[in-house]
């Protein structure tokens, strides 16, 4: 059974910097695609960055690159989300995301097929 839980997100001033963790258990970095989606109140659910299963570069949308990083630690079977320079239209909820065995990068929604259940992160101005 696969499982996506989250944490880090909460209230920053724009210009800081949070960073999110999302422990995953059922679903192993070096066999599956991860990402991070955003959704904003009354917004569909976006594309942030991913990172695939065998390494290489991850993809960012023009809106974060730069200033936000994906990463994982294998050991810890831990995804995190560095995100500096936050600014009030990031402000949303973040979710976790994990592609079917050895798919590629994705960026839509659909292409993920597990999810967390999302953490609020909220940039002031």
């Known amino acids: 059974q696969v499982q996506l839980v989250e944490s880090g997100g909460g209230l920053v001033k724009a210009g800081g910097s949070l960073r999110l963790s999302c422990v995953a258990s059922g679903v192993t970095f070096s066999r599956h695609t991860m990402g991070w989606f955003r959704q904003a109140p009354g917004e569909e659910r976006e594309f942030v960055a991913a990172?695939?299963?065998?390494?290489?570069?991850?993809a960012y949308p023009d809106s974060v690159k730069g200033r936000f990083a994906i990463s994982r630690d294998t050991a810890k079977n831990t995804l995190y989300l560095q995100m500096n320079s936050l600014n009030p239209e990031d402000t949303a909820v973040y979710y976790c995301?994990?592609?079917?065995?050895?798919?590629?990068?994705?960026?839509?929604?659909?292409?993920?097929?597990?999810w967390g259940q999302g953490t609020q992160v909220t940039v002031s101005s």
């Open positions: 995301a994990a592609r079917g065995r050895l798919a590629g990068l994705g960026q839509a929604v659909t292409d993920y097929t597990y």
């Open positions: 990172i695939v299963w065998s390494g290489g570069s991850p």
